[in-house]
């Protein structure tokens, strides 16, 4: 049996409803974690700290790998050269395996240096022991992935993604529940983080098992497959490191600017007189509490960037600029579609949002408000580096990101010490703002064409601004009819997501013809002229 192909709309589907799968499943465990007396906001700190580290090892290592792949991959496919795309997936995984190893070797000899010496925070260590394992397990599964999508198949990619956060969140509140005892946050954190590497192996052999079922289908539409010059696995190599490092920096990139918060918050926040726990304590609110809302939207959103790298290159790679076009402009509307609710929500229900979450350590919210801003650049970005490296401008999204987080470093550095935690939130938005604006211009220069922002921008606002103003009514209305606490927020939010579809709809921010290529969007058409 051959891998099966999706569709561009199928496959954002399939990726979209496995992330909303993904982030409800970590949201759940994340919250349990932070309601445990013992782990809370300083046990979060740990987590975090631990995880930004190995977030930018996991990207110098392996986070270019799935584009890089599906580029290549679909590329070849684009023409009919499977044999050429199945000897780049063997090559690619001799390759990245071994350098997922030295690094892995690397980060568990290392945690101690880089926790006392770098973080200033001795306790990261054990968590970050605790992940250096799963590097070499993300690093063949990227590989596998990258290869599928380039395949234009998304299921697989998206089951092994659902059930790895599965396994992740059962396993990390069953190992930290285990060291409640220990009364030790650190420990408690390394606890949750082994849980990951447990996860991303079983992730690994899931998609492992699924090609070796597949590997005789494959081979057999290899072999009737038009007969094309076999590559150096010489030169193979180049091309891939070729395409891995740029995709790959703006990944690292990506990361460090999560490094440096770790860095130099905990750090700034002592030198404003707090303690080491207190510093902690609040750097977990932002970590534990303020990313993991932000990072809703964003996860729902990756899947039209996910989509658009392999979708983007086949087209073009046939000549076919005015596809790949539409299907840039449709995935920036839809980001647009998907953050402006998002922040405007957050926006206006932080407090009653973290009162519902985190009953048991609901401080933080103004937080929220400020850091919410970022994901209407944040989420566009998303699409927007998908679309450049789609079209093969693939040092464009790491240099704007570069740019952003230098912003970002001097002024966690220079204001943290002066005014506190309010500053990191801060210097994240302005970090987004920076790099989603320069490769936002990038995009539409390579595209030697003018963004329509009242599609793009204008009319999914109007529809914002009007849900915002049925969420305001909504919150102040319902305790006069005995509607109080959570069950306000709760039936508030369901009732601006209804708001903000009726006023979608009312507004016209998809045409007909948009309407009709998201899933079930005829049966949308038929409701709406009813």
């Not at 496959?11 to 974690?33: D, E, H, N, T």
């Not at 679909?74 to 795309?85: C, H, N, T």
């Not at 030295?102 to 200033?120: Q, R, Y």
Request: with cysteine.
């Amino acid at each position: 049996m051959a891998i099966k192909k999706q569709t561009f709309m199928n496959g954002v589907l399939v990726i979209m409803i496995s992330q909303i799968a993904i982030k409800v499943m970590g949201f759940i465990y994340r919250i349990i974690l932070t309601n445990f007396p013992q782990f809370s906001n300083e046990g979060n700190s740990y987590y975090g700290s631990g995880f930004q580290i190995y977030t930018l090892i996991l990207a110098i290592a392996t986070m270019g790998i799935p584009n890089t792949m599906s580029k290549l991959v679909s590329e070849k496919m684009a023409i009919g050269d499977k044999r050429g795309a199945h000897r780049i997936f063997r090559t690619a995984m001799a390759l990245f395996t071994f350098i997922a190893v030295c690094f892995s070797l690397m980060l568990f000899f290392g945690a101690e240096f880089i926790s006392t010496n770098i973080l200033n925070n001795p306790g990261v260590k054990y968590t970050l022991m605790a992940l250096s394992p799963a590097i070499i397990f993300v690093a063949m599964s990227a590989v596998l992935r990258g290869y599928f999508v380039g395949m234009q198949n998304m299921m697989e990619y998206s089951k092994a993604q659902v059930l790895e956060q599965i396994i992740n969140s059962v396993f990390s509140v069953i190992f930290v529940w285990m060291l409640l005892g220990t009364d030790s946050p650190e420990i408690m954190a390394a606890g949750s983080t082994l849980a990951t590497t447990v996860a991303t192996s079983s992730a690994f052999l899931y998609l492992l098992l699924y090609y070796h079922r597949n590997k005789k289908g494959i081979w057999n539409e290899i072999r009737l497959s038009e007969k094309f010059a076999i590559e150096p696995r010489k030169k193979i190599l180049k091309k891939l490191i070729a395409y891995v490092v740029p995709i790959s920096l703006g990944s690292v990139v990506a990361a460090l600017a999560g490094v440096i918060d770790v860095a130099t918050v905990v750090d700034g926040l002592q030198k404003a007189g707090q303690t080491l726990q207190e510093a902690n304590e609040n750097f977990g609110i932002i970590v534990g509490k303020v990313d993991i809302l932000n990072s809703v939207p964003m996860s729902i959103n990756v899947a039209f960037s996910v989509a658009l790298v392999p979708f983007v290159s086949a087209a073009i790679a046939k000549h076919k600029k005015k596809e790949a076009v539409d299907k840039i402009n449709f995935s920036l509307k839809v980001s647009s579609i998907i953050s402006l609710p998002c922040t405007f929500g957050m926006f206006l229900l932080a407090k009653p949002i973290f009162e519902l979450i985190f009953p048991n350590s609901p401080n933080g919210y103004e937080l929220l408000q400020i850091q919410c801003w970022q994901l209407i650049f944040a989420v566009v970005a998303q699409t927007v580096y998908g679309s450049l490296q789609g079209l093969g401008k693939l040092y464009v999204p790491g240099v704007s990101l570069i740019i952003g987080a230098i912003a970002k470093y001097i002024i966690n550095v220079t204001l943290i010490p002066v005014y506190g935690e309010v500053i990191a939130v801060i210097s994240s938005v302005v970090y987004n703002v920076l790099s989603c604006s320069i490769a936002f211009i990038a995009l539409f220069r390579t595209l030697k064409e003018k963004p329509n922002m009242k599609e793009i921008l204008l009319k999914p606002l109007l529809a914002t601004l009007a849900m915002s103003v049925v969420v305001i009514a909504s919150y102040y209305l319902l305790p006069y009819v005995h509607v109080t606490g959570n069950w306000n927020t709760i039936l508030t939010i369901s009732i601006a997501v209804i708001a903000y579809v009726i006023f979608t709809l009312k507004f016209k921010v998809l045409s007909p013809e948009e309407l009709e290529q998201i899933p079930y969007g005829n049966k949308i058409c038929k409701v709406k002229r009813k």
